[in-house]
DNA sequence: AGAGGAAGCGAAAGCGGTTTCGCAAATCAC
DNA sequence: GTGATTTGCGAAACCGCTTTCGCTTCCTCT
């Protein structure tokens, strides 16, 4: 267990050299003999020697953390984002300190100053992906800042995030290609961003091949239930719609149940597509799939925060993850 | 921005003291008058200064990291403890460094030296709560282990897990309230430690109300289409079932709806619980409910997770985390 | 052969604190 | 009033490693 832990001078005196030899053999800098170096290596390793990270950190400068602040980490999609983070920078050696705006009083300025405190080496910004910009707080920090899965007022924050007007066209695409031309679309709340730009990206393409929607787009919650009591209403109006965009997979759901109340075949006689891949989300393993759907790349979007931050100058701007279909038994 | 950093030796400075006596008025140790310690006080205030949390922990010998170990962090259990693990600790400034075994060929004695060169505060072991025992790694840290959503082979590491036989009695507990007498049961494979306990705990409480399953237990997987195949063998076999006890939400979405499709009414004919909490889980906040499930309770998994492992000393041993019922439409 | 430059290495100075230890002043006991 | 304690504070060592800087060698070129 506690075997008396091997440090850098222990290896020096072995190696029969300086402090100062080692140090920059085992680091690949500064001018230094292959054999030396070499032979500093063998020694390190015959010894089982590692370095002391905290302290090597700390030499530098760096803490080898990360910070994240999150709006709310108990959000299903920043988790998604968080874990994919955590994990690819885990692989880096790379640890993440997050604060959660829910938690504690602790406000935004409070967590900058821990954060610059604690001399993080970057930060990441993780928004809801929905209504609201997050505010830019680049300027507030000296590391690298990084939005996921948001939107900032600067347009040269580096923000990476998901393609909902992308999302929308690939939706209506889908459908086209199966066929349909009698499209309907239920979504969430007017005011919501990613309703918004999911709706025009659909129109577009919509618009395109000549049509319009089957039935005005209906607006109201990201919910099941709403799914559910707005096909009602939609059959009302619009008896023969043959296909239905639903801008989540949860207001898919409560549409098919509501579809087949009606006595209607899925996809028979009405074909219907979601966005956020539940199904994935909760497996993880591949699954046979029931609900066909838009996967809008959460996980994409985790690996690319972390790949920007490890990046020595990312490219400022919104960098959009593509978006994919995934088709599935309803369409 | 960059706004010069204050250090210890600027405040001492300014307040005319030495570096340590700085050093002890602000950390409350060793012998110091109450007025050079309200003077450094204040005048660090005055400053704005902030420890420099690196040197300090390195100083101290500790890295105010934990890492956390775990199988597959894409899993959707294992994120939710994760996340919630990460955020009690965040608020602890406690950073937390994920090693994930799917990533990289590192294999675990390789993870527990970097770990431990890091001088990390504290192990999470998160598994996926079902099948396999995590080794028990405790022996390999000198500092505290925890294990989330698993077990091990050794009774005395610290454990916090879900309680499968206590989420089977209130399944069934719940459907008798209802008046269900005729009960079946579908779930994942035969050998999956999750899917046995939970019907064993549910065996017991049909037991006790002097039943038995209204058709054998039908093993196969946690997933939707075998929740629609499993309903259609059962209505064939049992006919007049007026409750299944679904071992997840996901083959209790596939449940229901097979059972709509043979023409029954839900709940009307059959009532439905799943267990997971899917919905919950897909959308943080709180919202109408469609299927009726059991929390299995993984935030508060990760709750306590983080809790122990700020608690000096946790007590060894088992700790299971009491599932709740959440009532919905299908029962 | 001699000058100039490059290569290799070690001494020493940090990095930003914590902690031990010793000394001087203040308090106490008698 | 004198000696024994206690209290308050600072000098210095230390944590483990990185990095600068200067001193030797060893080449290379003329």
């Known amino acids: ?8 001078s222990d290896v020096a005196a072995a190696a029969g050299v ?3 030899t080692a140090s920059k053999a085992l680091n690949g800098t500064d001018r230094i003999s292959e054999a030396t ?6 020694t390190a390793d015959r010894l089982g020697f590692r370095h002391n990270a905290l302290a090597r950190s700390f030499a530098r400068g760096r803490s080898q953390t990360i910070g994240v602040l999150t709006h709310r980490a108990s959000n299903p999609f920043t988790r998604v984002v968080l874990a994919t983070a955590a994990t690819e920078l885990g692989a880096k ?32 910004v993780i928004g809801t ?21 948001t939107f900032t007022e600067d347009p040269d924050d580096v923000t990476i995030t998901a393609d ?19 499209i309907a679309h239920i979504t969430a709340e007017p005011h919501d961003n990613a309703a918004q730009r999911r709706a025009a990206g659909a129109e577009e393409v919509l618009a395109e091949a000549g049509l319009r929607w089957a039935s005005p787009v209906r607006f109201g919650r990201w919910r099941e239930d709403w799914g559910e009591e707005a096909v009602a209403e939609l059959l009302a109006e619009a008896p023969d719609v043959d296909a239905i965009f639903c801008g989540s997979d949860a207001i898919g759901r409560g549409a098919e149940r509501a579809v087949r109340a009606s006595g209607r075949d ?11 891949n539940w199904e994935q989300l909760m497996h993880d393993q591949r699954v046979s799939r029931h ?31 593509a978006p994919q279909v995934v088709t599935a038994k309803t369409t």
């Open 93 to 124: 050696e790379q640890a993440i300190l997050l604060y959660d705006a829910r938690i504690g009083d602790r406000d935004v300025t409070e967590s900058i100053l821990q954060l610059r405190a604690r001399r993080i080496d970057g930060v990441i």
């Open 129 to 149: 992906g929905t209504s609201f910009p997050s505010p830019s707080l680049t300027s507030r920090f000296d590391v690298p800042v990084i939005y996921a899965f």
């Open 37 to 42: 170096r070499e032979h500093v290596r063998t």
């Open 18 to 20: 300086s402090l100062s």
């Open 266 to 276: 899925v996809p028979g006689d009405v074909a219907l597509i979601g966005v956020d």
């Open 164 to 182: 909902d007007e992308e999302i929308g066209r690939l939706a209506v695409r889908h459908l086209l290609s199966k066929g349909r031309r009698r």
């Open 1 to 8: 267990m506690a075997d008396q832990v091997i440090t850098l």
């Open 291 to 321: 609900l066909t759907t838009i996967d809008v790349g959460l996980e994409e979007i985790g690996r690319q925060v972390a790949a920007h931050l490890l990046d020595p100058d990312p490219q400022p701007g919104v960098r959009y993850v």
